[in-house]
């Protein structure tokens, strides 16, 4: 099984990186967060940790305190890691700046050189002797390297609704990144680089519909690689230069936060809709209980989704289980905040 599912990440892989142009950018595309998978990544109108650099950049200027996170994953048995570090660090007037490091990377990866092949398919297909043996003729390794770099201003503003009614209050973010991208197969090495920007606007529900128990709602929109992005490829012993295509991307999420005071907790539904290639729907739930412990169920595109938080002081510690079609995956993370 663990063949079969190299073999598959391999021709992924090599199409992805070399061939398939308008998708480049898929292994993006996993996302960048522990709390976040765990809500199904339906993250773009919280986005209130590191991850949201990647999720909806604007919303880091929710983060009055440095954080840093660190996140590792194990995707497809094993067989490949996804990790993840961000820090971020709030400045004057409302103002909040984040690096974000996402790597995935794939190691011994089997290489059977063609070279030594006899005849043709309908040859060999007759004198079995004449087929490749099935071990390697070496092994290359796959990594690829997303870094970007945000920017969040927060702004709050009282819309005034006329003497009849009354002033709804509204919390404004803006952000956006600059992304470098670095994909290297074996010898062969591919750059780009792109733009994101985002907005998140937050308000009361319970001044809208004057009940004092209800929450907040948020909505967010984050437009990721406008105007696409290029990957330049140097392909060793090529003279031409291979271009990939990165394509734009929109995320547009919705998230309820209502507190519940009575048990000393609150519960947050959030939903995106991730309109990259087909419409992508994103449903989250989570339910924290104090600042010591936090619980998720997601689902999105037939995946479910779970995680949990503890928390200790400036500690969190969090975890998340994917299912997948090719296997099921786990991801750990810490985020310290000072």
Known sequence: ?????????????????????????EFMVIGSGVRSSGMGKAFTALANDGSAI??????????????????????????????NFSVCQPLPNEVTIGFNWTRLSIDDIPVFLEE?????????????EYNLTGIPDGKITSTDDLLQFAFAKHIHYDLDLGWLFFDVPFDLYFGGNIKY????????????????????????????LERDWMGDIALGINFQDIGGTDITWAVVDDDSDHKDEVIMNSKLGVAITQPIPRIYSSIVLSHDIDYIYNKIHHTGFEFQYKDFLELRLGYYDTNFTTGITIIYKNFS???AFLTNNLASTNRVGLRVKF
């Open 181 to 208: 991208i670095k994909r290297k197969i074996d010898e062969s090495i591919g750059n780009g680089t792109g733009f994101d920007f985002s907005l998140l606007a937050r308000t009361s529900l319970s001044v809208i």
């Open 1 to 25: 099984m663990k063949l079969k599912i190299a073999i598959i990440i391999l021709l992924f892989m090599i199409t992805f990186n070399l061939s398939a142009g308008r998708y480049a950018g």
């Open 317 to 319: 510690l969090d975890y």
């Open 116 to 128: 030594h092949l006899v005849g043709n398919p309908s040859f060999r297909s007759s004198y079995f």
């Open 54 to 83: 990647y999720w909806n950049a604007s919303g880091i200027a929710q983060l009055r305190s440095t954080e840093i996170g660190l996140m590792r994953a194990f995707l497809y048995s094993g067989l490949a890691s996804y990790d």
